[in-house]
């Protein structure tokens, strides 16, 4: 049995990952290949339970804090999800990983690289995605796309320039890791950026017969 693969899916609020990767995962299951999708943080019961504080509005977080947490849900969720799946040779989509934490609490909550690069090669097991895409969206546009009824969860009510910098945060990723990263222009219709999706999918893993 083959090692699955591992897809995470990158960008700001609003630029439409969580109805994206549902297509993606049917179009894999179209191609007979074992899917399960998964999120971060979260995907585990101790993920999900960090999941709701990080959320909260009434959480006061301070950044390395919130660091420390999105790590440790990410470690149960490597050990109990990521590595069983994979060895399973089950396709895992994530929406966001390690980059997430490189963007939001490096770039934005401005929070030492070499902080996040201590906690990545002790607590992540090596687990790297065998591919992310990144939906490429500036946050002008990204926060037209706020569902006006949602209530806003923690990270949603921080200001313009959090996001401002976590957006930019995200492009540098996407310069120093242009073999692993593509990006997808969400700033088109949503079946335009599925398609555009699957043709990367399709290329990356050929081997496959995708």
Not at 28 to 42: A, F, M, Q, S
Request: net charge positive.
């Amino acid at each position: 049995m083959s090692k699955g693969k591992f897809i995470s899916f990158e960008g700001i609020e609003g630029v439409g990952k969580s109805t994206t990767i549902n297509h993606i995962k049917k179009f894999l299951e179209k191609k007979d290949i074992d899917v399960y999708c998964t999120r971060e943080p979260g995907g585990t019961n101790f993920g999900e339970s960090i999941r709701n504080i990080l959320l909260n509005n009434k959480s006061i977080i301070y950044p390395e804090a919130e660091l420390l947490l999105m790590f440790a849900s990410r470690n149960q969720h490597i050990e109990e999800v990521v590595i069983p799946k994979l060895e399973k040779g089950i396709w895992v989509l994530c929406d966001r990983f390690i980059d997430a934490s490189y963007a939001y609490q490096g770039y934005g909550k401005k929070v030492k690289s070499n902080k996040i690069d201590l906690l990545v090669k002790n607590f992540t097991k090596k687990i790297q995605p065998d591919l992310t895409i990144f939906f490429n969206l500036n946050y002008d546009l990204a926060k037209k796309r706020f569902p006006k009824n949602k209530k806003k969860d923690r990270f949603e009510n921080l200001d313009n320039e959090f996001f401002y910098d976590v957006y930019s945060g995200y492009l540098e990723l996407v310069k120093s890791n242009k073999k692993r990263i593509k990006v997808v222009d969400s700033n088109q219709s949503k079946e335009k950026v599925c398609n555009e999706i699957k043709k990367i999918i399709t290329k990356t893993f050929k081997n496959f017969n995708i």
